[in-house]
């Protein structure tokens, strides 16, 4: 059974941190290279960060040096540690497979919202 359950979300001051979770479906797992992806109001989903099977991670400019990836095999779980939050990354997150397209399953995401 395909399933992606996001969780972690929350509202937060600028400058906080927030700690996302991913849990996948062994199906989606599988394919190796994970990402998070993130959609605010009015706009398209865009690619975030993603991480290799081995713990080989890339970022989008916006997020780097902010955001850490991590993945736990055993778990089939990822994570998305956010630091220095800003108002700009207010955005429903998800996580898939690298790369994901949008005829692919998607979970329901998980509320980011950073404002004072």
């Known amino acids: 059974q395909v399933q992606i359950v996001e969780s972690g979300g929350g509202l937060v001051q600028p400058g906080g941190s927030l700690r996302l979770s991913c849990a996948a479906s062994?199906?989606?797992?599988?394919?190796?290279?994970m990402g998070w992806y993130r959609q605010a109001p009015g706009k398209q989903r865009e690619f975030v960060a993603r991480?290799?099977?081995?713990?080989?991670?890339a970022y989008v400019d916006a997020v780097k040096g902010r955001f850490t990836i991590s993945r736990d095999n055993a778990k089939n779980t990822v994570y998305l540690q956010m630091n220095s939050l800003k108002p700009e990354d207010t955005s429903v997150y998800y996580c898939?497979?690298?790369?994901?397209?949008?005829?692919?399953?998607w979970g329901q995401g998980t509320q980011v919202t950073v404002s004072s």
């Open positions: 062994e199906s989606i797992f599988r394919f190796g290279t």
């Open positions: 898939n497979r690298w790369p994901a397209y949008d005829t692919d399953y």
């Open positions: 991480i290799t099977r081995a713990g080989g991670t």
